[in-house]
């Protein structure tokens, strides 16, 4: 079989996108998806995402880990997949769409995407940690060093060792300044560090906000990839009008044959 895909990249968060609205696409081969995904012997990506119809949105997303298996929500894989509509003529300015969380809203404007996210009305205190679900679950936990952090044995360590196997993202964060925070992320599926992670981004955001170390609703947020925005709304000890903004683009597109 012969199929066309696009590479698209969000702050160095890379997905091999499929327009699967002829349903052609094997969906429940999940030894094609994580080899597609592989760096090696594929593609290469963070993960797979396809582009599908829905009756009540203007389309679907569905999106698969780099090991193969279907994911929970992909902040940055939002944003990139509603580039590629707009690159298909799907949308114009402004669109909604269904992901595994449910309905989305997002706007684009040249490269950049703001994509609204679930609410969040629970923020989990653990010890020198915060646990949120921002579409996907993330352990949020401050350090000092940063940049010599030994993000994927710790990630791993955590991943397992405290959430198990169905585990969770771990977010390792350094505070710049009052509005503005470096991360660095080890997502599960993908069983390393990425460049950027979206929901990570989100939730750092929110935590941030939480422990008072921001008073503001707009936080910058600096990953290895690049800066994303996060905005939202504050009251009655919940999170609402969140987005996450920022630039996502078309790497390449290509064919492949398996």
């Known amino acids: 079989m012969n199929t066309t895909f696009y590479k698209y990249q969000g702050t160095g ?3 091999v996108i499929i327009d699967n609205r002829s349903n052609t696409f094997p969906k429940n081969d999940t030894n094609l998806v994580a080899s597609l995904c592989n760096r090696k012997f594929g593609i290469g990506a963070d ?3 396809l582009l599908e119809n829905d009756k009540l949105t203007d389309f679907r997303m569905v999106y698969y880990n780099a090991d193969g298996k279907e994911g929970s929500m992909c902040g940055n894989g939002g944003r990139c997949i509603v580039a590629f509509a707009n690159f298909l003529g799907i949308i114009a300015v402004k669109t909604t769409f269904i992901a595994v969380d449910g309905l989305h809203e997002a706007s ?11 609410d ?4 989990k205190s653990k010890p020198n940690a915060l646990f949120l679900d921002t579409g996907s679950p993330h352990h949020i936990q401050l350090v000092d060093n940063l940049s010599d952090y030994n993000v994927v044995k710790e990630g791993a360590r955590l991943r397992y060792g405290i959430y198990g196997e169905a585990g969770s993202n771990i977010n390792f964060v350094y505070e710049q300044g009052p509005n503005a925070f470096s991360i660095r992320t080890y997502e599960r599926g993908v ?3 990425t460049l950027s992670c979206g929901t990570g981004v989100t939730a750092v955001a929110l935590a941030m ?14 990953t ?4 994303l925005s996060v905005q939202f709304e504050y009251a009655n ?11 996502a683009k078309q790497v390449f597109k290509g064919d492949i044959s398996w």
């Open 13 to 15: 968060n890379d997905f």
């Open 47 to 49: 993960g797979l995402l």
């Open 108 to 118: 684009i404007k040249g490269a950049t995407v703001s994509l609204k996210m679930r």
């Open 120 to 123: 969040v009305d629970e923020i």
């Open 191 to 193: 069983e390393n560090e």
């Open 209 to 222: 906000h939480s422990l008072g170390k921001t008073k503001s609703n707009e936080v910058s947020v600096n």
């Open 224 to 227: 290895l990839g690049g800066e």
């Open 237 to 247: 000890e919940k999170y609402s009008e969140i987005y996450l903004i920022g630039e």
